[in-house]
């Protein structure tokens, strides 16, 4: 509308200033090379607006024919751009979505109509990955190594395809080659101090730890934690290399980070034995014992007391466990001693304060032992044999992210390779238990143990005193286990 008013104006301008100089025509005479020319001003200022207005004219045609190849071409790269990215999220989406036929449809086609942004080589990577190709996802990874805005993706890639395929080593190279790149990022610091542990690299693990420590990718209380059990395992090393200084200054400083974790202690203390240092072993097996008390440690505590006297053994664990008198464990290494040196009614008072109405199998089948070797009486041991097996589950080494149970302690899972996650734990609301792998049983054999289990005896016989037998358990409740978990970064 504008546009046409404006045009109204500027006819009616022209028009005016014609008939004004229609009006006023006066004379011009042009003299050049002997020619001689005698118009109006009117006719002269017509032909300077043809000529001006023609000049213009082919100047616009010339422009036009020179730029319209560049045109045409500029218009349909665009094109090509635009159904090169719809293409890529696409394909993004069938990846997504799992599709592996459609994800390499568009991969093709991404690669075909882009020019090699990053974005279509992790792509093509992706759907070979979905197709199960593995060399074409390796070639795309490693291409992408190339470009310095892809190389991190690229060893990533790698990494992730190396775990799957169980190459440790080659794993472990690319971990190391990430965390050059990145060495703060939290995922990185994880899968390579994970993939060093697990191949008893314990020195060079510590070190990743500690650098993860300083850029605080590891939480400072678990960092010690972690600090503790490597050394644990830095001593055992030692001491497998025959060098027992070495081991013995290892398990100390573990015990200095970390005194409450139960393998710590053991180490120090079985150290400490093979040191003759029977006084100090003592000490810090009592110290351990009031923060986490473990059969184990009794069994450590013993042998440095070196008494062989049953009646002598006994006290020894009431010094040991004189912290934790209430304990679970402190009840149930004093029971089992008590049988040893028949002191019958002090087992039976151990065991039942330890059991509570709902005992579990360790201590059925104790009090199976008392039974015997009290009264001889076969139908009380066969009751409580048989009650054992319906037992609730009794504390036990289990690894925290994907609940495996295993029958001694490890640093390092054997079920989700972890490192530092299997501890002495109640278990959790609900449990069954999780297959251990060392059982050597399947799934189901394991499955009938854990659900099916035989019906309790309603006719068991439960000796009761007056000081009332509630269990106590101090672990805080834990989460039911979970499946192993796999890191992806492209999923
Ligand atoms: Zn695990």
């Known amino acids: 509308m504008i546009r046409l008013i404006s045009g109204i104006v500027v006819f009616a301008l022209i028009v005016t200033a014609a008939a004004w100089l229609a009006d006023r025509p006066g004379d011009v005479a042009i003299e050049w090379l002997g020619y001689r020319i005698d118009t109006t001003v009117g006719v002269l200022g017509a032909a300077v607006l043809i000529l001006g207005a023609s000049i213009t004219l082919l ?14 071409f500029g218009s349909r790269s665009e094109s090509r751009k635009r159904r090169g990215y719809r293409a890529l999220s696409l394909g993004m989406v069938a990846v997504a979505a799992g599709d592996a036929d459609e994800a390499q449809r568009q991969a093709r086609r991404a690669e075909s109509m882009l020019d090699d942004p990053p974005l279509t080589m992790l792509l093509s990577a992706q759907a070979a990955q979905l197709t199960g190709d593995k060399d074409a996802a390796r070639r795309y990874f490693t291409a992408m190594l190339e470009n310095p805005e892809t190389a991190f ?88 290399r025959g060098k027992n200084g070495e081991a013995t200054q290892f398990a100390r400083e573990a015990f200095l980070t970390e005194p409450s974790r139960i393998p710590v202690a053991q180490r120090y203390g079985e150290r400490l034995i093979a040191d003759n240092d029977h006084k100090r072993v003592r000490k810090i097996l009592e110290r351990a014992w009031a923060l986490h008390p473990h059969p184990d440690l009794a069994q450590l505590y013993l042998a440095a007391s070196g008494n062989t006297d049953p009646l002598k053994r006994v006290q020894a664990l009431q010094e040991l466990t004189s912290e934790r008198p209430d304990d679970v464990e402190s009840h149930i290494v004093l029971a089992r001693e008590a049988l040893e040196a028949r002191l019958w009614g002090q087992a039976r008072r151990h065991l039942v304060a330890a059991g509570g109405d709902n005992p579990p199998a360790r201590i059925c089948r104790l009090m199976a032992d008392l039974e015997e070797s009290e ?33 001694r302690w490890q640093s390092v899972c054997p079920n989700c390779g972890a490192f530092g996650t299997i501890d002495w734990r109640s278990p959790p609301p609900g449990y069954s238990g999780i297959l251990s792998l060392e059982d050597g049983i399947t799934a189901e054999e394991m499955k009938a143990i854990t659900v099916e289990k035989p019906p309790v005896a309603t006719t068991m016989p439960v000796p009761v005193n007056g000081n009332g037998a509630a269990k106590k358990e101090d672990d805080k409740p834990l989460p039911p286990p979970v499946l192993p978990q796999r890191i992806d970064p492209l999923a």
């Open 59 to 72: 100047y616009m045609l010339w422009r036009g024919l020179i730029g319209a190849p560049g045109a045409w």
């Open 375 to 407: 009264f001889g009486d076969g139908e009380r041991v066969r009751l409580w044999l048989t009650r054992a097996t319906a037992a609730p589950i009794d504390r036990h080494w289990r690894c925290q992210p994907c609940g495996m149970v295993t029958e």
């Open 153 to 240: 993706l690229g060893v990533r890639g790698l990494l992730m395809q190396a775990t799957r395929e169980n190459n440790a080593p080659e794993a472990l190279r690319l971990a190391e080659q990430a965390h050059r790149m990145k060495p703060t990022t939290p995922w990185v610091v994880q899968s390579l101090f994970d993939m060093q542990a697990r191949a008893g690299q314990w020195l060079a693990a510590q070190e990743t730890l500690q650098e993860a420590l300083r850029n605080k990718v590891v939480p400072v209380e678990r960092g010690r934690t972690l600090k503790a059990i490597l050394l644990v395992e830095r001593s055992r090393q030692a001491e497998a």
